[in-house]
């Protein structure tokens, strides 16, 4: 009879083989590692393999090589949409980032009933992306909404319209976005200022350096791995950002507000454009690799380098 594996056995001091305790915990995590690979990884080949057939409303193997990526890059739309994405991430990312970093300083700060305000701030992140379309595309609707009680109080040439604006209907779904997102990277800033050792504020006092410039050069290059952890969960909101769009803009007017995400599920559901629609899908997966995986490279690698704080 063969002996078991040596690795997840182990010998007694009476010559019997007993089962190693971490394996247990291993063996545990097999079921959750099963499900990853076959619903996630599964999937991403999947759908690049649908993307390289002609399949429409179901799923046809009759492979056509590129022709659906051919499709894809001529299609004026989904330029379009990409267009937007990056401009929605640079505004989005970009002002979660400020504005979660400054109330987290304030209240790091000592700011009088704390608690209220983290609550106020933490407050729309309850909201599902849906309540918060539906919230902010009645405060920016030019008739009923900001413009309209402005308006009313006398100054009638105040004008707040950009939910209707080709050129500006984008910029909504950053707004609305950051406002719904800025509670938790305060809450994950605020984590981090926390955690900084006192004795550096208690040198910098006794050494004269202004508060603003602690947090400039000291605290902030500190708080690297949150600023890191906040940029890769805002970017994954990002790219998958579609419930906002369809609450908030449907991605008009016309498509300039349309984003990837919707697009891919428009072509996959109501234009029976499965094959087009993995397309898209496999594209904008690449692309996320391609823009991200610099960036988690550096900081991994200062991480290992001790770069990291």
């Given at each position: 009879m063969a002996e078991?594996?040596?690795?997840?056995?182990?010998?007694?001091?009476?010559?019997?083989?007993?089962?190693?305790?971490?394996?247990?915990?291993?063996?545990?995590?097999?079921?959750?590692?099963?499900i990853t690979i076959v619903c996630f990884y599964g999937f991403i080949i999947w759908t690049f393999v649908?993307?390289?057939?002609?399949?429409?409303?179901?799923?046809?193997?009759?492979?056509?090589?590129?022709?659906?990526?051919?499709?894809?890059?001529?299609?004026?739309?989904?330029?379009?949409?990409?267009?937007?994405?990056?401009i929605h991430g640079f505004l989005f990312?970009?002002?979660c980032i400020v504005f979660g970093y400054l109330l987290a300083i304030l209240i790091d700060r000592g700011v009088k009933a704390e608690g209220m305000f983290r609550t106020v701030f933490m407050l729309p992140l309850s909201m599902s992306f849906i309540v918060t379309g539906v919230i902010w595309q009645w405060v920016m609707n030019p008739g009923l909404g900001l413009q309209d009680a402005?308006?009313?109080?006398?100054?009638?040439?105040f004008e707040f319209n950009w939910i209707v604006r080709q050129d500006r209907s984008i910029y909504t779904l950053a707004i609305a976005g950051i406002w719904q997102q800025v509670g938790l990277c305060?809450?994950?800033?605020?984590?981090?200022?926390?955690?900084?050792?006192?004795?550096?504020?208690?040198?910098?006092?006794?050494?004269?350096?202004?508060?603003?410039?602690?947090?400039?050069?000291?605290?902030?290059?500190?708080m690297r791995t949150v600023f890191f952890t906040v940029f890769i969960l805002m970017s994954a909101i990002?790219?998958?950002?579609?419930?906002?769009?369809?609450?908030?803009?449907?991605?008009?007017p016309g498509f300039s507000s349309d984003l990837p995400a919707k697009f891919v599920v428009d072509?996959?559901?109501?234009?029976?454009?499965l094959g087009l629609g993995a397309a898209g899908a496999f594209v904008l997966l690449c692309t996320v690799i391609a823009v991200i995986s610099p960036y988690i490279h550096f900081e991994l690698r200062k991480a290992r380098d001790g770069g990291g704080h």
């Open positions: 078991p594996a040596q690795g997840a056995l182990k010998t007694s001091h009476d010559g019997r083989w007993r089962w190693r305790p971490q394996w247990t915990a291993k063996m545990a995590l097999i079921p959750a590692m099963t649908i993307s390289l057939t002609r399949s429409r409303l179901l799923p046809v193997y009759k492979f056509t090589g590129f022709d659906q990526y051919v499709r894809l890059f001529a299609n004026e739309r989904w330029w379009t949409a990409m267009q937007n994405i990056a990312i970009g002002g402005v308006r009313e109080l006398g100054w009638t040439t305060m809450a994950l800033f605020l984590a981090g200022l926390r955690n900084v050792d006192p004795n550096i504020w208690k040198a910098s006092r006794v050494d004269g350096i202004p508060v603003w410039r602690v947090y400039l050069h000291v605290i902030t290059p500190m990002v790219m998958k950002a579609f419930d906002l769009v369809v609450a908030l803009t449907g991605g008009g072509h996959i559901l109501n234009r029976q454009e």
